[in-house]
């Protein structure tokens, strides 16, 4: 596969997430660094205040020049009032850098899954993959955001105090970096008691959930044997539960904020009185100003060193969110197509030469020692039990899978050696359940096929049986089918599927039991548009109702992977082997 510039194009596993996360936003560094810059600006008055605070209060106190105190009202009212189109700016800068890589993540995802394996596909579940391009990729952005708004502030604040206090008061900052630490330590131990009866009360209320979901749907049962009241009762002890987990952590909510709240009060109104003395007894030179800016500052950096450690959680989760998209981008389970020779014509000629394949970890192979030779425009019907090795054979000639063993031709070509999306182009899939996306029956007939004009559409409904009910729906072909076809029937759409196939005008052609779950009615005209669709092309069709294939030019047999008879419908009833025994079982 020939690799893809940008997000791609990375290692991602077996180094630091943190720097993924750099070679992920390289591209707007500059965007970054200038945001970094708006926001330590914009975000100044928080430092600034007890600074400006101070010199107030000298001001008023010693009873300087009365210009000191306009001019310390004018720098707050300049920072308060820049703040507004700064933070507009920054949030241009920095939201903007983390919604484009986000969407950039996400475009790698949907273009990694479209090159990974069939076999992936089959293993990894569809909600995990969705997972990653949602939610993983939603708690990078929330860790990138948080981080910059939050930390950011935090990191600023803690840098611009200290950075005041050592310039002057230089005799407190030892104070400061002993006791600001120590006291948010002791906050954040107070909030991860909190968490364990918060993970408490979830759990309770899941349980409780659970407990619903059981009652509404145990309910025709409950009211048939008069059991309403034994219902209630288990309904009760959970809402109990809930409740009294909900006291629980609403107290400990309330003994936390009071103590934390006590706590750094009593510490601030401590500081308060140590400066105090100080400066009354002249022990260090300090001014009244100084005393309430050390004490603001106090609160301010608390605060903000118990923000930086509330982090570390969402930060966590980030991270860990960078290596599960690592997961999918880097999997080296996609399929080879790098180098190989495109097919721009196709005849449909499709030959298996002692062909075999075993699935990774299987003790068996699902197919063995296949020999076959279609000619073009022949339909060929796979039959067998279940396991046979059918839907195996029909993923070869598809190239979801190649060979583990033997060779596959295509009009004499070695498929081996040809980029198999360029073959499938010229192929068309009809499977057991027809696949529709949410749309309109135009968009969902002609998908992929943009230059396909109204008639051509109708053409391909006409074919496949299914005009007339498109014609009388209130939109016609404008008529929104709903999520996977929800508004029409399993006959309809599989006639919809049948016009997707006959538009494209494929050479090949797959039917994956396409009328096994149909009623009589509606397979009778599915079979009917089937006819017109397998005309003059090569044809693989999988069927268990063997009264469907009976009409194909050679029906094969199969049985442990193996080809075990291969004739017409009426030789293989003639040998009275395998198809015959089939036969008499489905008639029984």
Same mark, same amino acid.
């Given at each position: ?9 990375? =290692? ?18 500059? /965007? ?22 101070? $010199? ?21 009212? @300049? ?39 069939? *076999? ?25 955001? =948080? ?9 600023? #604040?803690?840098?611009? *105090?200290?950075?005041?206090? !050592? ?33 408490? @009360? ?26 309403? *009241? ?26 936390? !904020?009071?103590?934390?709240? #006590? ?11 140590? &400066? ?14 100084? #005393? ?49 020779? %495109?097919?721009? %014509? ?41 396991? !046979?090795?059918? $839907? ?24 081996? %050696? ?19 996306? %949410? ?26 049986? &299914? ?46 039991? !396409? ?5 009589? /009615?509606?397979?009778?005209? #599915?079979? =009917? ?24 030019? /050679? ?8 080809? /075990? ?24």
């Amino acid at each position: 596969m020939a690799r893809s510039e940008g997000p791609l194009d990375h =290692q991602y596993r077996g180094e630091h997430p943190l720097r993924t996360l750099a070679y992920l936003f390289r591209g707007d560094r500059r /965007r970054i660094s200038a945001a970094l810059l708006v926001f330590a600006v914009k975000h100044s008055p928080i430092w600034l205040l007890p600074l400006v605070t101070a $010199s107030v209060v000298d001001t008023v106190v010693q009873h300087l020049e009365i210009t000191r105190l306009w001019s310390s009202v004018g720098v707050v009212l @300049f920072i308060l009032v820049i703040n507004y189109p700064l933070h507009l700016l920054y949030v241009r800068l920095l939201y903007g850098s983390v919604r484009r890589v986000a969407t950039g993540i996400r475009s790698a995802l949907c273009t990694r899954m479209q090159q990974l394996s069939i *076999g992936y596909h089959s293993r990894v579940s569809a909600g995990i993959l969705q997972a990653k391009v949602v939610r993983d990729v939603e708690a990078i952005e929330q860790m990138v955001q =948080q981080s910059s708004d939050i930390g950011l502030g935090a990191v600023t #604040v803690l840098c611009g *105090g200290l950075a005041i206090i !050592a310039v002057r008061t230089p005799q407190f900052l030892p104070v400061f970096l002993v006791v600001v630490p120590a006291a948010a330590v002791l906050v954040m131990r107070l909030r991860t008691q909190l968490r364990t009866h918060n993970e408490h @009360f979830r759990q309770d209320v899941e349980h409780m959930s659970s407990r619903v979901f059981e009652m509404t749907r145990l309910i025709s049962v409950t009211r048939a044997h008069a059991l309403e *009241g034994k219902a209630l009762n288990r309904m009760n002890d959970s809402l109990r539960q809930v409740l009294n987990s909900g006291l629980r952590l609403d107290l400990m909510n309330g003994r936390f !904020a009071s103590l934390a709240w #006590v706590f750094l009060n009593i510490l601030g109104v401590t500081f308060l009185t140590a &400066a105090a003395l100080i400066a009354y007894y002249g022990v260090w030179a300090i001014t009244p100003g100084d #005393v309430v800016m050390l004490s603001a500052f106090l609160t301010t950096l608390t605060n903000s060193t118990t923000t930086l450690l509330g982090l570390a959680p969402v930060i966590t989760k980030g991270l860990e969110s960078v290596r599960s998209i690592g997961e999918v981008l880097q999997t080296p389970e996609v399929e080879d197509n790098a180098g190989k020779a %495109e097919v721009a %014509e196709v005849r449909g000629a499709v030959e298996f030469r002692g062909v075999s394949f075993r699935y990774e970890g299987a003790a068996e192979p699902a197919v063995r020692e296949i020999d076959l030779s279609v000619a073009p425009g022949e339909t060929i019907a796979l039959v067998g039990a279940s396991g !046979a090795g059918k $839907s195996t054979v029909l993923n070869l000639v598809i190239g979801f899978i190649r060979p583990t063993g033997g060779r596959l031709l295509l009009d004499g070509r070695d498929m081996a %050696e040809l980029d198999l999306r360029s073959f499938r182009r010229h192929l068309s899939v009809v499977p057991q359940e027809s696949i529709l996306f %949410e749309g309109t029956i135009r968009e969902n007939v002609a998908y992929g096929m943009d230059e396909a004009d109204t008639e051509r559409v109708r053409a391909a409904l006409r074919d496949a049986n &299914a005009l007339e009910f498109v014609e009388r729906l209130p939109d016609g072909l404008d008529s929104l089918v709903g999520e996977h076809g929800a508004r029409l029937s399993g006959g309809q759409k599989q006639r919809l599927a049948i016009a997707r196939a006959l538009i494209r005008d494929p050479k090949v052609l797959i039917l994956d039991e !396409a009328t096994s779950a149909l009623d009589t /009615r509606s397979e009778a005209l #599915v079979q =009917q548009a089937l006819a017109r669709l397998v005309r003059g092309r090569t044809t693989f069709v999988v069927a268990h109702r063997l009264s469907t294939v009976r009409n194909a030019d /050679r029906i094969v047999v199969m049985d442990g992977g193996a080809i /075990r008879e291969v004739g017409s419908h009426a030789e293989l009833l003639a040998r009275g082997g395998l198809y015959t025994a089939l036969q008499h079982g489905q008639a029984a």
